[in-house]
Structures are given as C-alpha cells and as structure tokens.
C-alpha cells in the first residue's frame, strides 16, 4: 500500500512540474505586424505582411526542443525561407520549423512575410500557431480581416513602376533635407547642406553660453540633421525596413567616413558611442509601413565630428528588407562655417577690451553731465528695457510660431526704430562721447536683474554696440559739431544705419558660432537691409526730431 502510495506521489509531482514548465512559456503572435501599432487585424488586397512569432521561456531547468507549426488559411502563402518547412494541404498551406529553448531565459523570434492571393476571400480569417514540447501544447488563434481593395491608379499612371506579383512593390518616392524633428523645412538653410560643429572649440563655446564643459555624449548623440523620406507603397504592405545613409565621394563613388551611429555612451570611449555603434559609417534605423499607400519619415543622421570633412557628397539612402533593396542617392554639402564665426569673436573681444580701457572716461562723461543727465539717461535705458526688452522677451516666442524665422523682421521695429529713436533723441540732448555706452550698460544690466541674461555673450553682444556706435559718432564729427542741421543728421542717421547692419552681422555670426545656429547668406543679408540699415535709420532719423522737442521742453 506504501509502496503504491509513493508512484502515486512520483507521477503527481512529474505531471506538476511539467504543468509547471509549460506555464513557464510565454507565446506572443501578431498579424499583421507593425514597429508602430501591432494590432491591424487588416489586409488589403495582395499586399504582403509580417507574421512575428515571439516565443520567451524562463525557469526552464534545461534545454529543451520545441516545434512550431502555423497552419494558414486557403489563399494565405509565405514568402521562401530556408528556416521553415512548408506543407500544402486542401484546408491551406502548413509551415513548421524547431526551436531550441535554452535553460533559465531566453527568447526566439522571428519574422515571416505572407502574400494574399486571388483566392483569399474577403472577410475574416484565422491562422492558428501551435508550439509544441514534449509533453505539453501552446496554440495561439490569430483573426484578421481581409479586403478585396482596389488597383492603385498612381501604379497605373507610371509605367516603369508596374505591379509585380513575384516583388514586394514598395520604392523611395523622395528625399528631402535638412529638417527639423518635426519635417519643416527651414528656409534659411539652403537644400541639401548639412552644417555641423566645428568641435575644436567646443568647450569654449559652452562656457561662453553658460553651459559649462563639453559633454560629449549630448554632442554625438544629438542628430546633425533630419531626413525627410517619403515612401510609396501602391501595394499596401506592411513591412518591417532597414534605412542606411552613407556618404559617398563623388570623385570615387566609394563611401566616405563621416556619418555614425549614435546610442549609449560609455566612459570608455566619451564620444557618445557604445560597442560597435560608432564604428560603422553610416547612420542606421528600423522604418515600419503600415499598410499606407504615401508613407513619410524623418530620420536622424548622426555625424562623426572628428573625422567628418568638408566638401560635396552624394548621400546614398539604401531601404531594405526581406531580400529586396531600393537605393537612391541625392547631392549634399558637408559645410562648417568657422572664418566668419571666428572673426565675429575676436572682433567682440576687441570691442570688450576697448570699453575696458576706456572706462575712465565713461567716468568723466557723468561728472560732464552731472546729476540731472545720469538720471536722464538712467530713464532712456528704462524706458528701452520696457519697451523694448520686456516685449521682446515675452512675445518672441509666439510671433516665431506664426512667422517663423521672419518673426526677427517684426520685433526688429522695437529693435531698431524704438531703440535708435531713444539713442538718437538722447544724443540730441546730451551731445558728449559715453552718452551710447552708458545707456547701453544701464540697459543691459536691467536685463541682467530681470531676465537673468548675465552671460559672457551678451555682455560681448552690448560691447559691440558702444564701440561701432561711438566710433560711428566721433568719426562722423558728431560730437564735436555745433549745429545739428536736417542735412547733416540724415547722413548720420545713414552711417548709424550702416554701422547697425555691421553689429546685426557681427550678432548673427556669434549666435551661429555659439549656438550653432546656421542662417542663409541671404537671410543674413536680409536682416542687415531690413533690421539694421532701414530700421536704425528711420529710428536715427524721428528721434533727431522727437530730441529736438525734448531739448525744447528742457529748455523751457
């Protein structure tokens, strides 16, 4: 009786631990698939899709086989693959493979792409996923729905991109770029160029921003740029891709170092990169379509920054997948902007060391003016910062939504004609040299105290204006002339204008140095007519008339 007692036992825990093992398997089935949504449940025509099986097995204590078996409906095929085995039967087409699940964790998975025939009826269907041990079962019922659809008239418009039922009809339609995160176009950068950072003086530049040292992972794991890939897919497959792009030098036609891979950094390498993702030149990502007849993408491309160089390339952008591959190629510019930038830096240095000597006759032109002119000019740099800061700082953000980068063309009227008026009417009352750099320092540190834009740039950008400005004024013989006539104020207020288009270039230059920020030749050029010249000479020009009113009400 014992003795029967204990086989009892011996079978009970035996069955129990291979419940046990079987519970211990997890079966995740989707069709169509999609890196997107997963769950389309839907099929179109003879479109071909990705079936993806996942089998997981953990607190296995050994390894064991496992048999997968997919019966699929009448109508259903699957595209060759050396791994799996297919049957034809009179209910549909039977396709099997074997797994090995290893001990403890592990994963398999796979992907298998089926083409809708004729044949495969409108409506719902079911594809039933058996995994089976050795003694025990999973199955899984997969029902999705099937429609007829209808040829597509952009196919038949285009010969040479006929439907081929033999080929997954799927191709590159377009490239666009550079774009933002978003896919705009930004019109201040000129198609096809890519500008990157000249990484020799990074750290400084971060220090002059307020940043701090150079963190080189945020460098080489932030996208120089975004690509704007427009697929067509007539078809309507679903498809799991792999997206390339490479450089390719134009004189050889082989592929140039320049582009990467960005992921993890380590503190091994400090660049950003992790293991073999650095090391291959070109930059890489999974597109997914989704069943879509136009489908876009927007792509990162990554840069290496030491080892990129300047010039013209061909960007050749390779979509694979499943045995077939589209290539297409554009013409791009690899583009550093340094001379410009450089001289832009040096010459706001120079004007900060030129207020630096010169600080002792700042000191002498408020003993000049006395008490009643520093109050005069305290009240000038309040009422700009008011005006002119203030607006700026709180609606410039939204006037960039609606206008974009012309937002600068609007808000360049404060900039322009409220500050030269204020200079200019100011000048009038008191003509003494330092009258510009007072009013400018005053300025710039109420915007220090209330905006807190003590940085090492801003200071250098308020260095610029006393110097231009003031050396303008004392060449021109404004100081020193006694009668202010109407013909002799125009050509200053031209000459201020000029000099205002020098400062906007010299501004632009240090924000594209700084900040990386890259502007069109012809943008900077527009704001240089249009916010430096037109505006500061019509401010000049009113507040030579609004100074000439003020000296008169100080007068009486």
Known sequence: MLKRNFWWIVVVVFMLAQTAFAEG?????????????????????????????????????????????????????????????????????????????????????DLLYLMASEELAEGKHDIVVKVSGKSWQKNNVITFSHELGAKSEDVIDQPTKQLDKSKFNWYIQSITLPVDNLGNKDDRIQNGTIYIKDTALESFRNRMTGDGATNW????????????????????????????????????????VGLCTASQSDSETEHGWGGQAGSEDASTAMISLDGKKNQTFILPLYIDYFRAVEGEYNLRVTVSGNGQEKIQEVPITIAKKRSMGLFAVAF????????????????????????????????????????????????????HVFLGPFSGLVTGVLNGVLLYLLVMSLLVIYRKPGIVALMFLLKWMLAGLMFGRFTPLGILTYMVYIVVLESVLYISGFYRKKDLTP???????????VADAFITMINLEQMMFFYRLYYADWYIGLYMLINGLLYSSIGSWLGYKVGIKLQQVMGE
């Open 25 to 109: 398997i997890n079966l995740e089935t989707t069709y169509p698939y999609s890196l997107n949504h997963k769950n389309i449940h839907k099929t179109v025509g003879s479109a071909t899709n990705p079936l993806y099986i996942n089998i997981e097995s953990y607190d296995a204590p050994d390894p064991q086989d496992v048999d997968v078996e997919i019966i699929l409906p009448e109508g259903l095929f699957c595209n060759d693959d050396a791994a799996w085995q297919k049957i034809k039967t009179d209910q549909g087409l039977i396709i099997k493979r074997s797994w090995l699940l290893p001990a403890n964790y592990g994963q398999n998975f």
């Open 217 to 256: 992972a945020a460098v080489f794991n932030h996208p120089a740029a975004h690509i704007l890939l427009e697929m067509r897919n007539p078809q309507q497959d679903t498809r799991i891709l792999k997206f390339r792009a490479e450089l390719i030098d134009k004189a050889t036609g082989r592929p140039a």
């Open 348 to 399: 706001s240095f120079i004007c900060f060391i030129l207020v630096c000597l010169t600080v002792g006759k700042l000191k002498k032109c408020i003993f000049n003016i006395g008490a009643k002119g520093a109050i005069t000019i305290a009240l000038f740099a309040a009422v700009a910062f008011g005006s002119i800061v203030v607006p700026t700082t709180l609606f410039g953000d939204l006037l």
């Open 487 to 497: 013909g002799y104020v125009f050509m200053v207020a031209i000459l201020i204008g």
